[in-house]
């Protein structure tokens, strides 16, 4: 039986593809049954507040960077996306004098200008390595912070950005956020065209990915207005470059934070139930990570709300 078409845009694939009756059993999961998800490779974490989500978010670079050496360099990806994360680290490792010297840092994506056919620059208001630099970098000692060589941005010409992770470096946790699209970084799911009219990429196809340029999903460039542009969706490209699947799987771990602001209530619990049970499927990207060996789910427990019909 063919697939069901998207309810929300029908040229492409994404959660609202799948089976019915996977649909409702997640919807029935309360937030106890969200924590009861975790098994070996995959944990989930419940933070009771958002002082203590944040905080447990940014102590991710402090401890990545405190392993970190000039032989043997230790660095972290993070995301835009949760951002609340990167003004504590800076005050962390300036109030402790933490020489992060030789650490790393990875940013996840940018967005790319398909008119000029670049990167967009650090100067444009959604500029991810701006709010990296502005909120985190920056804010960091001149004589604790890591040279600009440390710092990798993706740009359009992915290779440079590619070679940084075969460079001697060692990641330490890739970090997240999970948008409504259940993607991580811009790994969306694809077009539903050409020989992924019928299904969409098998997984292992899915975690061969490099980091590319991609176009998005209409809930993406939805998504990234609601949360970053005040809703003005004309001016969010429909565009990126992101961190690919393959790097994805050179991270010791991947960490996930749901505060509640990025995604919803059903897809918060949506993928952590497909990758505790190891339901593979890249119309729901996330769900891919299931095959990864050290996957860590972090939820503020006040963000999970409620699938129950509530009219508003």
Not at 7 to 29: F, G, K
Not at 66 to 91: F, K, Y
Not at 100 to 127: I, K, Q, Y
Request: charged share 25%; with cysteine.
């Amino acid at each position: 039986m063919p697939r069901r078409l998207s309810s929300i845009s029908p040229d492409w694939w994404d959660y609202t593809t799948l089976d019915a009756d996977l649909v409702d059993a997640v919807a029935r999961l309360t937030p106890r049954d969200v924590e009861r998800l975790s098994r070996p490779g995959f944990r989930v974490e419940m933070h009771d507040t958002l002082e203590d989500f944040y905080l447990a978010e940014a102590l991710e670079y402090v401890d990545a960077w405190r392993r970190s050496t000039a032989d043997n360099p230790v660095g972290i990806c993070g995301p835009i996306g949760p951002t609340e994360q990167l003004p504590l680290v800076a005050r962390i490792v300036n109030a402790l004098g933490l020489d992060v010297r030789s650490g790393h840092f990875w940013g996840m994506d940018e967005w790319f200008d398909a008119a000029t056919g670049r990167e967009v620059p650090a100067t444009h208001p959604l500029s991810f390595e701006r709010a990296d630099r502005a909120m985190c970098f920056n804010r960091i000692d001149r004589r604790l912070r890591m040279p600009d060589a440390h710092l990798h941005f993706p740009k359009a010409d992915t290779a440079p950005y590619r070679a940084s992770w075969d460079a001697g470096v060692r990641c330490a946790v890739m970090q997240g956020g999970q948008g409504d699209v259940k993607h991580w970084a811009f790994n969306d799911p694809f077009p539903r065209k050409g020989r992924h009219r019928d299904a969409p990429p098998s997984p292992a196809e899915f975690r061969k990915l490099p980091t590319r340029v991609v176009k998005l999903h209409p809930l993406t460039v939805a998504q990234n207005a609601r949360t970053s542009g005040g809703g003005n969706i004309a001016m969010v490209p429909t565009m990126a470059i992101t961190v690919g699947p393959a790097e994805t799987w050179k991270a010791d771990a991947v960490s996930i934070w749901q505060a509640g602001n990025h995604d919803n209530p059903f897809g918060q619990r949506l993928t952590a139930y497909m990758i505790s049970k190891r339901i593979v499927d890249t119309a729901v990207p996330m769900s891919v990570l299931a095959d990864h060996p050290d996957v860590r789910f972090h939820y503020f427990r006040g963000g999970l709300g409620t699938c129950a019909v509530e009219m508003h």
